[in-house]
């Protein structure tokens, strides 16, 4: 089965904004099992009347998002409609439902969006005005959906994804999905090349994580797919489903009502910036310090003197005390430090990515982990850092031994 | 003038990851005068000879980046050949470029790399080993780019614009930068399309700013549309060139070898977190404090009891206290702190968007201010929150009033 995919609107191909939909799309359809043979993004012009002309000679399905608002510049219903060889018609649904969302102002501008090509089905649209809508251009389905992508995403999930399954006869293609921390999006591709080829798969970087998924042949089949990547990679890498670091660790210090501190150097406050980015987070999260100058690290967190002219401030000790002087300042029950080299110069003659963490827990001995990160850059190094500590805080919280855990990680 | 574009990769149609070449190439192409009438992305598969045809039959300029790897997937240097009607044949510079760079390697698959079109003339590649080409196919201008950005970018700003505005024949445009503050980028469409409707513009969301171009017409009409617009955002919001509010900050730090500190409520270490972003910035901050929980403020920062008690978390004398605290305990020269409310939930009564920021120096009377941002979700209220603080301070070091500045502020 091929598909093709239009995105319309001029602040497309002026570059004023990126679109964000065929992607979304692409990687949908091809999980379905669909060969997406071309994407073209055209201003609202009205020359999707030609190219849609083409793309339905050699599609089976062409999806079209945008050109569905209520201006004149909307051209996309009318050029399917006159692709299907239908008339608009005015669809008794889309009309109730836009008198139902607009009220009068619905026998403005905004009536053309009750107007879908004759024959064809309407599609709700639960955050907008437009409808989508489908059926058929000969022998080509034709999905039409608007192009905000907060519009578009639900439709397409709730919808679209079911009807293509249904309308192209597509067989079942089971499908797990992962979550894999720490490791590049490069190389954990190179890493999967390298444990199987012949599955279907995919990636998908997402800030602090990356998603990993696996279609095809047998659950069996998968399971020792990823098994075999996990073995590579090490403990606490490779999760079931889609979860997070920063969601790990909340669970973990929600189940318990336990409280969080943070003391940061290297990373300079995204540790804290995380811990509090989601809401409700004072239920856990007490507070942080960054500790940037060795002079903070000394007079605010107490780190000894004779710590930092000993053994420097990127070194276990310093780790180790950053992490119970924060927890002694705030009171929590439990605190994480980071003192690193994030680059781009060494410091204290240690290489650029070398992290030290230490965890410390009220009644519980501290615990120190050294990480060698490879250099991608001073934001990367940060990143994994942080990502690194919200793991491994939440392996010690749960009585596991993070420098155990963190000996076995490869690739990071 | 009319181009099309044709960014070529299976992991582009297959949803792996996202195109962001066509997007700056048409933008660029935008602001040249050129429209760009079609951008398609195309897997490795060959399809790129049809569409190629078919695009130089309508086009003045077609651009394609990706496909000229060294492996047998990269079709794209064929289609052109053969599109153009020429012989592929070895480049002497291409090659000797291989050889420097690949040495003995240069023999194998990626000699490939230095074959282009008779006729054609090479594009240097200084961060990969495909270089670029160009020459026409009939009387339409071809360009061939490789497909990673940081490859294809120079090319694109170092020698595809400049050689596209003199084989087109352009006429030069004028064109000026600016960088605007807090305002929503569709809010400040909005306002731009009430101070002018006529010269060509755009934005472009830059995280934690909004870069606006104005073009065409004369500099005393582009700088008269700026200066209403200005005048309708307040001071320091629309600056002039590509600059941030961090790096405005900085510049004031350092031109004064001055250093620095925060105190955070709301923002949870997002300031601190930039403020130790860039290498280097050890040389002007010291440290911050995220005080999430109010017992922080007062037994880390000093807040005094009276204070929560009688004005609440959220007030200027909380922010004033909070920043006069890390003052003291980090000895920086200047601190900022910021009390508020992220949401989505009102806090002590007071909205979602409610900030406190206060500005504190040694020998210096501190400084508060009351900002009510808009909602739009958490992270934005934070951003702005952030963004805010940075530019008051560098006034307030420069011995402006930010409470004056701030309260001059409209469409936060």
Avoid at 122 to 145: D, E, K
């Amino acid at each position: 089965m091929k598909a093709s995919i239009i995105v319309i609107g001029t602040e497309l191909t002026r570059g004023i904004i990126q679109d964000r939909n065929s992607s979304l799309i692409s990687r949908e359809l091809t999980h379905l099992g669909v060969h997406v043979s071309e994407i073209v993004a055209l201003p609202d012009d009205g020359t999707i009347k030609s190219v849609l002309g083409a793309l339905m000679r050699s599609s089976d399905l062409v999806v079209i998002t945008g050109g569905l608002g209520p201006t004149s510049d909307d051209m996309t219903r009318y050029a399917i409609a006159e692709a299907a060889g239908r008339d608009l018609v005015r669809d008794g649904k889309c009309w109730d439902f836009l008198l139902s969302k607009l009220g009068e102002k619905a026998y403005g501008a905004n009536s053309r969006q009750a107007m879908i090509p004759e024959g064809f089905s309407a599609i709700a649209n639960r955050n907008g005005t437009a409808p989508g809508f489908y059926g058929y251009g000969g022998s080509t389905l034709l999905v039409s959906l608007p192009g905000p992508p907060r519009e578009m995403e639900p439709m397409l999930y709730e919808s679209v994804l079911p009807l293509v399954k249904e309308k192209l006869d597509l067989p079942d293609v089971e499908r797990d999905e992962y979550t894999s921390f720490i490791t590049a999006e490069a190389k954990l591709e190179e890493l999967y090349g390298s444990v199987d080829p012949e599955l279907d798969w995919g990636t998908r970087f997402q800030d602090y994580r990356i998603s990993l998924y696996v279609s095809g042949k047998t659950k069996t089949l998968r399971d020792e797919t990823v098994a075999r990547l996990r073995k590579l990679v090490g403990v606490h890498r490779i999760e079931d489903g889609q979860v997070d670091a920063l969601g790990i660790l909340i669970s973990t210090l929600e189940s318990r009502g336990a409280t969080v501190s943070a003391a940061e150097s290297c990373t300079g406050g995204l540790a804290s910036e995380l811990l509090t980015s989601r809401p409700g987070s004072s239920r856990y999260m007490l507070g942080s310090v960054t500790s940037y100058a060795p002079s903070v690290k000394r007079d605010v967190l107490g780190v000894k003197e004779s710590t930092i002219e000993r053994y420097g401030t990127v070194s276990a000790k310093c780790a180790i005390e950053m992490a119970e002087g924060v927890l002694r300042l705030t009171g929590s029950d439990y605190s994480l430090s980071v003192t690193g080299v994030a680059g781009p110069d060494t410091d204290e003659g240690k290489a650029v990515g070398t992290v030290h963490l230490a965890f410390a827990g009220r009644g519980r001995e501290t615990s120190s982990v050294l990480l060698r990160f490879s250099s991608w850059g001073r934001d990367s190094i940060r990143r994994k850092a942080v990502v690194s500590a919200f793991l491994l805080l939440s392996a010690y919280i749960d009585g596991e031994d993070p420098a155990a855990i963190a000996g076995g990680w490869e690739y990071i």
